[in-house]
């Protein structure tokens, strides 16, 4: 039943470069000193980001700038990060190794070189770069480090809990590879004469639980696994660091979107959060095959909703479908706005700034598109008590009208018998 360490630790390499990345480059940058993108437009996609064609004129750029002598550390990595974007991550280690020995023990340094091992493959050293980057800047780039080992951590504990079926890991993350032996063993377990599945414990099965139990004090005499929870502050900042790998890195990656989520319905039963939620679950139901997955992810996007009034599924996917629609178009224009700055020869940043940058009192604030959120998912909700409801209106009525009719009566005839007395 269980897979060999080799083929669980390959297919986690390969999840986690396509779930994780903390890159630290000019963007970065840049970006950290403005507004963060929030989560809906982060899960549409709805927010700046340079295109492949970007990526490779900046390589061009930031090189003829370190030959004519130009001497800044941050132009190593802002090619180390474009070669990294372009999939080619021999590179941008090299790079990065180039830049450790003129420039040694810098925090941009280990980060990028430990995502950019992981990415390749490399996942051990991957960890070894990330803890390094902890040691020396522990709460840099709004923590992304530390969450993103978090995911990773995760992942193993997932995997070790059986989350990899037969050479495939099966998403969602939460979902269960062995319910049907399990609730076999569960109905046999007092038969002597049935053999049990030897099958792994289910294990945490929610990244909110995940890193609440990362946090606890295990030494509490009230500590249990299973009902941990983190503080409001705690949550925002999870919440905060998954959202910047997801702007850093793959904002459709199913396994981001899902820990998003994770994070996202604990806090509340009633807020914004949960909608959130329902669409980023959605969008990781987009982007999975597994017919399975897909039903499940839809499922768990339709309980993270439930409860809430006037909030149904059916018209929120509706809005999602119109945001990515929008997202689509945003990001399509944006990439051939590049292509021809490129072409023309301009200064590609200077006018991507110009363009999506907003002057502001206090400097320069990134810009991003408007996501229409509310007005789309929420309807007037029908009283719970249509009858009671509809006695109450009829009821309000007639006392309205007696009250008028005896108001107006007296008038009336009043004038009546004046203009009665008139005309005799």
Known sequence: MKNS??????LLIILVSGATACLWDTDTLSEEMSESPTAIELVTGAFPRHSKEFYRWRIDDRKARLEAGENDPLLYDDIAVAYDKLHQQEQAIEWMVEKEK???GKYETYA?????HIHGGNFSEGIIHI???????PEAHFNRERYQLYVVKYLQHRAEHGQFNEGQLLLPLSRDAFVEQRNFNRENHDREDVELHDIPELGINSF???IANELADKTATDYNPRYVQMTGEQTSAAVQGILGMMRFGHHDSPVLLECLADLLVPRTVHGVGNRIAARALLKASYEVEDTTARDMYYEMACHAIEGQEGVKIAPLELALARELKQAKQYYEELTQLEKEWIASGADVEAEFRKKYYRQTADGE????????????????PRPKNLLEYLIFITLASIVLGISITAH?????????????????
Not at 365 to 380: D, I, W, Y
């Open 5 to 10: 360490l080799t083929s669980i630790l390959l």
């Open 102 to 104: 003129k420039y040694p």
């Open 112 to 116: 990028n070189l430990g995502t950019f």
């Open 131 to 137: 803890e390094k980057a902890l040691e020396i800047n």
């Open 208 to 210: 909110y639980t995940f």
């Open 365 to 380: 604030t990134l810009a991003f598109f408007p996501v229409e959120f509310e007005r789309l998912t929420k309807s007037n």
């Open 408 to 424: 107006l009566l007296p008038k009336i005839i009043a004038k009546w018998k004046m203009k009665s007395g008139s005309a005799s």
